[in-house]
């Protein structure tokens, strides 16, 4: 597998992807109905953000990161990333491929911490995952999600000193 950075030809391989994840709405703060544009400006961020694809060796787009700084002015030495791997490619590594680039990313780069917002609580994979790279919960917003099965859950705030 090889994390690169997105070019444009790589955008009509991540929008079904976009596309899929958000429309379940079981682990996204996205509108269910995100449209083409708005899903395009929301994960290819301007810098100094940046926009990775995870590839295979056929060039098969197996998932997509966006990392950026997770606030502005005195709260820009923080980052933040977000992770969408396509369902077929789910359970292989690539979420994992894709945070460790995003850490790495972060540390080039001289941010201090990680931070992740709004991590569902019943995305237990998700949580798994950050927590094995040595994210923490540093809190909880109850009921902050409206899941289309489970009803309001926790939206988990994660953290990481870098």
């Given at each position: 597998?090889?994390?690169?950075?997105?070019?444009?030809?790589?955008?009509?391989?991540?929008?079904?992807?976009?596309?899929?994840?958000?429309?379940?709405?079981?682990?996204?703060?996205?509108?269910?109905?995100?449209d083409e544009g708005l899903a395009r400006g929301?994960?290819?961020?301007?810098?100094?953000?940046?926009?990775?694809?995870?590839?295979?060796?056929?060039?098969?787009?197996?998932?997509?990161?966006?990392?950026?700084?997770?606030?502005?002015?005195?709260?820009?030495?923080?980052?933040?990333?977000?992770?969408?791997?396509?369902?077929?490619?789910?359970?292989?590594?690539?979420?994992?491929?894709?945070?460790?680039?995003?850490?790495?990313?972060a540390r080039a780069e001289g941010y201090r911490?990680?931070?992740?917002?709004?991590?569902?609580?019943?995305?237990?994979?998700?949580?798994?995952?950050?927590?094995?790279?040595?994210?923490?919960?540093?809190?909880?917003?109850?009921?902050?999600?409206?899941?289309?099965?489970?009803?309001?859950?926790?939206?988990?705030?994660?953290?990481?000193?870098?």
């Open positions: 597998m090889l994390i690169r950075t997105v070019t444009d030809d790589d955008w009509p391989a991540i929008w079904p992807i976009l596309r899929q994840i958000t429309a379940a709405g079981e682990t996204f703060t996205y509108p269910r109905e995100m929301i994960w290819l961020p301007a810098a100094p953000g940046r926009a990775v694809v995870a590839v295979d060796e056929r060039g098969t787009v197996l998932g997509t990161a966006k990392m950026n700084p997770n606030q502005m002015g005195p709260g820009a030495h923080v980052s933040s990333a977000s992770f969408m791997v396509a369902p077929e490619h789910q359970g292989r590594g690539v979420g994992r491929a894709l945070c460790t680039e995003a850490l790495e990313w911490a990680m931070q992740f917002n709004a991590v569902v609580e019943t995305n237990t994979n998700a949580v798994a995952l950050y927590r094995s790279l040595g994210f923490e919960v540093v809190g909880t917003v109850p009921e902050a999600f409206h899941h289309p099965t489970k009803g309001f859950v926790g939206l988990h705030v994660m953290h990481i000193r870098l």
